[in-house]
Structures are given as C-alpha cells and as structure tokens.
C-alpha cells in the first residue's frame, strides 16, 4: 500500500464509515489500480477490528472497486480499455438516451438552471486545477439527467458502473485537456435546449465519444 493513511474510526455507524473511507480513498486516487488491501494495516490505522474492514472489502468488491483472490490477496480493480469501450460506455449511452427520450418535457428551466450552476462550478474548478472536484462535477451532471426518471431500473444500473467510471476517470484525468469541460457539457445542454432529439442523440454520441478518449487513454 501506499503512504495514504486512514484516519480513526468513531464507533457510530462503523460499517458505513469504514466503507465509505475505503472507497473515497481509492476514487480519489490515493489507493491506486493493483494497490493491495491489507486488512490488519488498516484495521490498525483506523483502530477497529478487521471485522469492519471485511464487510466493508465485500461491499467494494460488488461495488468493481476491489477484486478479491482467494487465499491470496485483494487488490484495488482496474478497467481496460475494452471494458470502458464495450461495456461501460454502450451502458452509459443507452439509460442516458432512454431518460431523455422519454422525460424531454422534464428539460425545463429548473433543470436547466440547475445544470448550470453545475457547468459553472466547473469552470472555477479547471480554473483552480481541482481535478478530484471535476470529477465528481462530471458524475453529478449526469447523475441529475438520470434523476428525472421514475424507473428504479435506471438508477440501479448507473449505480453499478458509476463508481467503475469514476475509478477509471480518476486514474486518467491527468491527460485529458481540462479546458474541453466547461465546452463539453455547455454543448450538450444547449443541444437539451433546443428538444430536438435527432441533435440531442448525435450530441451525446458527441460528448461519451470525447469520455471515451479520456477513460481509454492507454499512453
């Protein structure tokens, strides 16, 4: 493992604290792709038992943040470039597109103000070189277009490949020309505007395309 250290542990709500430090450690790039987890090490610097850390591995682990070999080691997941490509994005594109279709008379000007402020926030923080801030920019922008659907289907399966997305953004951030962000998104909520759905489809075709770039980036 790295010099990351956690922090200790209050005894309230152990299991979720443990998991969610754990997980907040490895998407912001502290605990990075083949890193390995040693469950005494951190039972240690958090001060609990390893019964907390266990759970806590177990829930990373369907969460694809983990990847666990029996008697052997867990170490932090990596996604390839065919993963992100084939998998992940098509996923992506499909409940992105699907919301859209079917709630367009949900594009209004409360949700376009408050994508706005969204777009805006990052700005200040390509500005200020907040790449982890960025990050999670990104996934809320597209989380809030997900949110206008009422199928539970939606959300449950953003859910499952939301923080493998965020994992492999982290780990690639670096190369990606942050200036195109602001742009990116501006473009694709003024193609929401117009409630065109021809321009609307190419638009986010346009803008996972610029995504894949960057989550596929292999140099």
Same mark, same amino acid.
């Given at each position: 493992?790295?010099?990351?250290?956690?922090?200790?542990?209050?005894?309230?709500?152990?299991?979720?604290?443990?998991?969610?430090?754990?997980?907040?450690?490895?998407?912001?790039?502290?605990?990075?792709?083949?890193?390995?987890?040693?469950?005494?090490?951190?039972?240690?610097q958090m001060g609990v038992s390893r019964g907390p850390i266990r759970e806590a591995i177990r829930q990373l682990e369907r969460e694809g943040l983990l990847l666990s070999y029996p008697y052997k080691e867990t170490i932090v997941a990596d996604l390839d470039a065919d993963e992100v490509q084939n998998i992940?994005?098509?996923?992506?594109?499909?409940?992105?597109?699907?919301?859209? &279709?079917?709630? +367009?008379?949900? #594009? *209004?000007?409360? /949700?376009?103000?408050?994508?706005?402020?969204?777009?805006? @926030?990052?700005? $200040?923080?390509?500005?200020?070189?907040? &790449?982890?801030? +960025?990050?999670? #920019? *990104?996934?809320? /922008?597209?989380?809030?277009?997900?949110?206008?659907?009422? @199928?539970?289907? $939606?959300?449950?399966?953003?859910?499952?490949?939301?923080?493998?997305?965020? #994992?492999?953004?982290?780990?690639?951030?670096?190369?990606?020309?942050?200036?195109?962000?602001?742009?990116?998104?501006?473009?694709?909520?003024?193609?929401?505007?117009?409630?065109? #759905?021809?321009?609307?489809?190419?638009?986010?075709?346009?803008?996972?395309?610029?995504?894949?770039?960057?989550?596929?980036?292999?140099?």
């Amino acid at each position: 493992m790295s010099e990351f250290t956690f922090k200790q542990q209050a005894n309230t709500s152990l299991r979720e604290k443990v998991t969610n430090d754990l997980r907040e450690a490895i998407l912001n790039g502290h605990l990075l792709p083949g890193a390995r987890i040693k469950e005494m090490d951190i039972a240690e610097q958090m001060g609990v038992s390893r019964g907390p850390i266990r759970e806590a591995i177990r829930q990373l682990e369907r969460e694809g943040l983990l990847l666990s070999y029996p008697y052997k080691e867990t170490i932090v997941a990596d996604l390839d470039a065919d993963e992100v490509q084939n998998i992940l994005m098509p996923i992506r594109f499909h409940i992105e597109w699907f919301v859209v &279709k079917r709630y +367009l008379d949900k #594009l *209004d000007d409360s /949700f376009f103000a408050k994508q706005q402020v969204i777009i805006n @926030e990052m700005r $200040v923080a390509v500005e200020n070189g907040e &790449k982890s801030r +960025l990050v999670d #920019l *990104d996934i809320l /922008f597209h989380q809030s277009i997900l949110e206008l659907a009422a @199928e539970r289907t $939606v959300m449950l399966t953003w859910q499952s490949i939301v923080n493998q997305i965020r #994992l492999h953004f982290t780990k690639n951030i670096s190369f990606y020309n942050l200036d195109h962000m602001e742009r990116d998104h501006q473009e694709l909520m003024d193609a929401f505007r117009t409630k065109d #759905l021809d321009l609307i489809q190419k638009e986010i075709l346009k803008h996972l395309d610029s995504d894949d770039n960057l989550l596929c980036f292999t140099k």
